[in-house]
């Protein structure tokens, strides 16, 4: 077996990762960067959009009135008291130097309003990367940086194991070609980004994982929560999936929007369960995390229901409804346009989509409950009350607001657009001490362990808050501090 050593091993070079070899590399501690696919970067390169923080610079320029106090009090209330304090706490009081940090790596943010139409008055606390393609090549010039300075980054080369006898001797890696690689370390930091990538694990925790459209990171298989947990880590938590919206398709990319068929499903038409009830005010749609909870609370799948009437509306008009995804692909400083339509593709792209079944067209509605198995009694009661809604201008139910409340559903034909609710990955994985170390049971930590980001419990109860940027945010800081701790406890051995 090929081996070498090294002081540090990072697993994964996502957002954590990227951020732990960046300490290390600024501290001149050798270390060797393992990543699984053939590229750096996980979803934080290929997804994210933005970080949280508070008391960056700009924001004490910009005089924002959202510091520690109103963000710790107010993410344990909104987890309900089911959070990590001391993580919490060290995340957010080392969240604004990390927006520094960012722009020292080549990854800058600039302070911006959220990108959610449902939280336009929160505080400025989203930092949006200046511009995405720049952040993508920015975050590949980084191993050349580390290189130089005498580490090693091992693309395609993954971490599959550890030698650890009451401390850490080794990690083991496998590459592509399935050669294994014994690398003598003294600490190692998993960064590999939870599990959303493991059907095994998904299965065992989240009964609609079938129905899921993972935009996560694919190759995150849980090893950092396996290894560790077999060396008595405490994983102890509820399962926390990171829903984040919804898609008419289990293969496309809701956020393209290529497709008109997307289109009218970031909107808040008339959405019905597997059950044909209503389930939630669809004003939801403009709060990404809240509408994919919505989703995976109805197992998964709902359905888009809309008839001709409304179709030809949109082939033909400007509707007065915002498409939800519209201000997430503006540029910094970009006005985001607050209508939809004309779409004058709508009726080839349905017509599409009935092909590939992503949406039912039925004459009536009894044929729609048969294509779907949905009861049809329930379909006509729900389609009935939901009409009576629009005519009255009032939704005593579910409470949407009545300038969404434009399209009954009357005359055949009529489409479902069969939407499932998407994720970006997973939030549960081991629980850690102040220092990102995982602890067992007892609460003692495993010597030489770290692990960070989307590995950790600790910041979410039992979904992702309305908080823009936490993810990421911390991914990065919490990259930042298992870097600092294993740097420091070298050097406490060495003395
Ligand atoms: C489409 C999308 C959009 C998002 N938008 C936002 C946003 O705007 N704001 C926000 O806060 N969050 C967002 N997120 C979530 C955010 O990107 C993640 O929470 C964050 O990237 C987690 O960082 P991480 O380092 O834990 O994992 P990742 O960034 O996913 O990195 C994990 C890395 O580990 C590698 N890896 C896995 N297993 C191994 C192994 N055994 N050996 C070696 N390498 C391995 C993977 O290949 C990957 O490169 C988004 C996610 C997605 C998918």
Redesign the pocket.
Known sequence: MNSFSTDVVV???????ISACFELYQKHVPFVL????NK?????????????AINSTEQKKRHVNYGYREAFNGLTDYNHFFVNGELLARFLKKSGANIDRLAEMGLPVTVEQSEQKAHLNDPLVYHKFNNFKEKMTNWDKLPDKFTAAGNKVMLE????DLEYDNGLKAVIAKNKAGAEIRIAAKKVIF????YCGSQEMMTANFSDTKALLN???R???G?GIRLTHKLGADCRHRPVL?AHGGAPSMSINPMKRDSAVETLTNLPLLWLDQTANRFVNEDVVYDFAMWGNAAHNVNGIYYVLLDQKTLDTFKQKEVNLEDTFERQFCDVGQTPRTTVGPLPNIQTDFDEAVKTGEVVKADTLEEIAQKLQLPYSSLTRSVNAYNQAVKQKEDDTFLKPAAELLFDVQEGPFYAIIEHCAI??TLDGVNVDRNCQPVKEDGTPLKDLYI????VNGLYSDGYPSY??????F?FVS?WIAAEEAIKSLNQEEK
């Open positions: 697993v994964g070079s996502g957002s954590a990762g393992l990543e699984k696919g750096v970067g996980g979803a934080g390169k290929f997804g994210a959009h933005g970080v949280f080369t993954a971490a599959v960064a590999d980004g939870g935009l996560g990171e190759k995150s298989t090893t990171f970006l990955g960070v980001g989307n590995n823009e940027g936490i993810a990421n945010g991914a990259g």
